[in-house]
């Protein structure tokens, strides 16, 4: 069959625009994104959401824009989540309290695992086990035999029930059979008052938190609670190297709501490994001692995964109960 000129130009024109409509209809994103974070604005969360942000936003070409939703141990900003439209413009900084929940709470009004799209990790931050100078153990050892030798007389401070500072403390607890009093505070700033006064001996706090009190000698470090050493505290041993296998740590990643579609997902995971990947925010991290975790999607839902089994036998151990 012979076409007409007006029948090829025709088809020409549609072969051209064909591509660009499908582009148009597919670009992401194409105004502000939303971060959510769970927790106020200050603490290591808001911090590093914020870090994060202006990298992020560079390589999606869209402002990112960090709200603060805290209550209820990360519950409030997580359902926020889990509720928006699953487009990709709302996000949720997913971190280890998520974990904990599953199992922390009897009933949610949702499922973390099932309701939030793993998107990628972001970065992994240490604990440090810091003792009041009163207390005369200088190592962990030491710290062991001191407790086993004086059972149920120290006082363990969290920022409250159920927190990673918290469950920290009773996985070590656990693994090093020893006793000690649990005392929740009000948020990490009271149990750290504490501590400082030495109302409290003992305490597995973030080290962005407790890093200057430290180097000033009003809190002594025992060890820091990831499987390697951290950059800020070089001279500090792992948990693990006197109690084999021991691990934990606060851990912070990207979500999204469920039925997000897979495109997005994948060009939000390429935006923040490439984020990651900045020497600056490298640098920055490392300043903080924090550990990069970037990788694909199913790498972050795996950790969530781990994190999730690994926290509920805590939890069931220690009878833990929210606030």
């Given amino acids: 069959m012979k076409l007409s000129r007006r029948q090829i130009l025709s088809l020409a024109t549609g072969a051209v625009s064909l591509p660009v409509l499908w582009r148009a209809a597919q670009a992401y994103p194409t105004r502000p994104v939303r971060l959510i974070v769970p927790f106020a604005p200050g603490g290591s969360p808001d911090i590093l959401a914020r870090l994060l942000g202006p990298f992020l936003a ?8 960090i709200e603060n939703r805290p209550g209820a141990g990360a519950l409030v900003g997580t359902e926020a ?7 990709g413009y709302t996000l949720l900084l997913a971190n280890t309290s998520n974990a904990i929940n599953a199992t922390l709470y009897d009933k949610l009004n949702f499922t973390f695992m099932r309701d939030i799209v793993p998107v990628g990790g972001v970065a992994r931050n240490p604990l440090v086990m810091e003792v009041h100078p009163s207390v005369p153990a200088k190592t962990v050892p030491e710290f062991i035999a001191y407790a086993r030798a004086n059972p149920g007389k120290l006082n363990m401070a969290s920022p409250g029930n159920g ?4 469950l920290a403390g009773e996985l070590f607890k656990a693994m090093a059979i020893i006793d000690m ?3 929740p505070y009000r948020g990490g700033g009271p149990a750290l008052t504490d501590m400082l ?3 409290v001996q003992v305490m597995f706090d973030s080290t962005s938190s407790s890093i200057e009190y430290i180097r000033s000698g009003k809190l002594r470090p025992l060890a820091v609670t990831t499987a390697t050493r951290s950059s800020a505290l070089p001279g500090v041993p792992t948990v693990g190297e006197f109690v084999p296998g021991y691990e934990a740590s606060s851990w912070f990643g990207i979500g999204a709501p469920k039925g997000t579609p897979a495109q997005t997902i994948e060009e939000l995971n390429r935006a923040i490994n490439a984020a990651l ?3 600056k925010i490298k640098a920055r991290l490392d300043e903080m001692g924090s550990m990069v975790l970037s990788g694909s999607p ?3 839902g795996k950790l969530i ?6 926290w509920a036998k805590v939890v069931r151990f220690a009878g833990a109960r929210p606030d």
């Avoid at 560079?58 to 824009?65: A, F, S, Y």
């Avoid at 927190?163 to 918290?166: N, R, Y």
């Fill in 58 to 65: 560079e390589r999606l070409g869209q402002p990112l824009v």
């Fill in 81 to 87: 989540v889990v509720n928006a439209t699953p487009d």
């Fill in 163 to 166: 927190s990673s500072v918290h």
């Fill in 181 to 183: 009093v649990h005392v």
């Fill in 197 to 199: 006064g030495g109302q």
């Fill in 277 to 279: 990947a900045d020497p």
């Fill in 298 to 300: 199913s790498d972050f």
């Fill in 305 to 310: 995964a781990d994190e999730t089994e690994k």
